[in-house]
């Protein structure tokens, strides 16, 4: 039952996406202009009805395509480095950021029109879900026509797996990423889940693992084609059939990206020192039943007790605090060390590096082809990441924006949609 207290939660700022919400308000219009409910009522044939759905279809249609224009023109501005003037796009929607491809919006919203109809509905306008895949469609449309995807990168909970569960053996999800894997695009999997040891990321991923270790269709340079980076972007393991739990880890030294090189030591125990005790204090301000738990490079608050459930309100404004606390702090300020603040579902953590960081680690390694030190790099129009985290504040797949093209899922069952999809489209590529 959808109450007024989720109606007005889902209205908060930090809770929306500009772009999507703004390109809904353009399809309301047509909605409300031909969506005529009360020809139901009224007793109309089938036939009109049809053309009421053509006729909102096109509408529709027509607006996607002036977005795909505008984006076009937001392309050409950041691209054109002596243009000092913002896009038209930038214009109306001020928090837009880069774009890495076109996006093909009229042809990805009639691929989605065949599956959701939303052109045939009379009651319910399109909504933020529709607006959301029909970015996705438009994104992997992209990636597969005007080039080439070398590299996928997926968040863990929620994309690839239930929160707080496991990649097990019959997961729907393993076979689309093999295929992915058979056609020679590398995978890295940047999870906010930052294990120190081999095991603990294989009693997550075992299903996936064992898969390709045990895959009788894979070559041994596609079987290495897996990375795991833990931490957003602090510990790198490797797959490797000769490893325990089939996972080797990689020397620090050995995959930092050269600016993340430069960061001290000193300024990483001073930013996890203030979030630690931004997190003390909200623990003490909100009476939350949770306890401190501090790593090497993060720090974040779990659960007292494992059957509790902290509220949701309760872990944002604890986001919001810690995030706020730490850009007015003389170790945030400066921002020598970045960090990200976020909710887990039922914790809130603050790590060293962002998933920006991580998913450039995986650019980077998989560019150098086995990693270490190269100046070769896969590019952001060559990267999909596909997270559930995508809003402005507490998400952590968000920043994963600003170095590659993105999918927002809302469910492993979407991630799987999402793949076949793109297999589909890979496939037509090929023949």
């Not at 729907?172 to 603990?200: E, F, M």
């Not at 401190?292 to 509790?308: E, F, N, Q, T, Y």
């Amino acid at each position: 039952m959808t109450t007024r207290y989720r109606v007005e939660y889902a209205l908060k700022t930090h809770r929306r996406d500009q772009f999507i919400e703004w390109i809904k308000g353009l399809l309301a219009v047509p909605f409300v202009l031909y969506s005529q409910p009360n020809g139901i009522f009224e007793g109309q044939g089938l036939s009109s009805l049809t053309k009421t759905r053509e006729e909102a279809h096109r509408r529709y249609s027509e607006i996607l395509r002036d977005v795909e224009l505008m984006i076009d023109d937001h392309i050409a501005h950041q691209n054109d480095p002596e243009n000092p003037f913002p896009s038209k796009l930038k214009l109306l929607v001020p928090t837009i950021g880069p774009f890495f491809t076109r996006l093909p919006l009229e042809a990805a919203f009639k691929y989605q029109d065949r599956k959701r109809y939303i052109s045939s509905r009379r009651f319910v306008s399109p909504s933020f879900n529709d607006v959301r895949l029909i970015l996705n469609s438009a994104q992997i449309m992209a990636v597969t026509t005007y080039g080439t995807l070398q590299l996928a990168t997926f968040d863990g909970d929620v994309t690839l797996y239930d929160d707080g569960q496991s990649l097990e053996p019959a997961s729907p999800v393993i076979a689309p990423l093999l295929d992915l894997l058979s056609k020679n695009v590398k995978i890295g999997i940047v999870t906010a889940a930052g294990y120190t040891t081999a095991d603990r990321y294989y009693a997550r991923l075992h299903g996936l693992l064992d898969a390709i270790a045990n895959s009788p269709d894979l070559t041994p340079t596609q079987k290495a084609s897996l990375i795991i980076m833990g931490g957003e972007a602090n510990y790198l393991f490797e797959f490797s059939l000769a490893s325990p739990y089939y996972l080797a880890p990689v020397a620090r030294e050995k995959w930092l990206t050269p600016e993340m090189a430069l960061w001290d030591e000193r300024d990483i125990v001073s930013v996890l020192d203030v979030a630690e005790e931004a997190l003390g204090d909200c623990i003490k301000t909100l009476n939350l039943p949770a306890v401190l738990m501090r790593k090497d490079r993060a720090v974040g608050i779990i659960p007292s007790d494992p059957s509790i459930r902290i509220p949701r309100e309760s872990l944002e404004e604890t986001v919001l605090v810690v995030q706020k606390t730490l850009e007015l702090s003389s170790a945030g300020r400066h921002r020598r060390v970045p960090f990200c603040a976020f909710n887990g579902g039922n914790d809130v953590f603050v790590d060293i590096g962002d998933k920006s960081w991580g998913v450039t680690v995986c650019q980077r390694w998989f560019g150098a082809a086995g990693g270490g030190p190269g100046s070769k790099i896969i590019r952001g129009e060559n990267t999909l990441h596909v997270g559930d985290q995508f809003l402005s504040a507490g998400a952590n797949d968000f920043r994963a924006r600003s170095v590659g093209t993105t999918a927002w899922i809302a469910s492993p069952a979407e991630t799987v949609d999402l793949l076949d999809e793109l297999a589909d489209l890979m496939g037509k590529k090929l023949s």
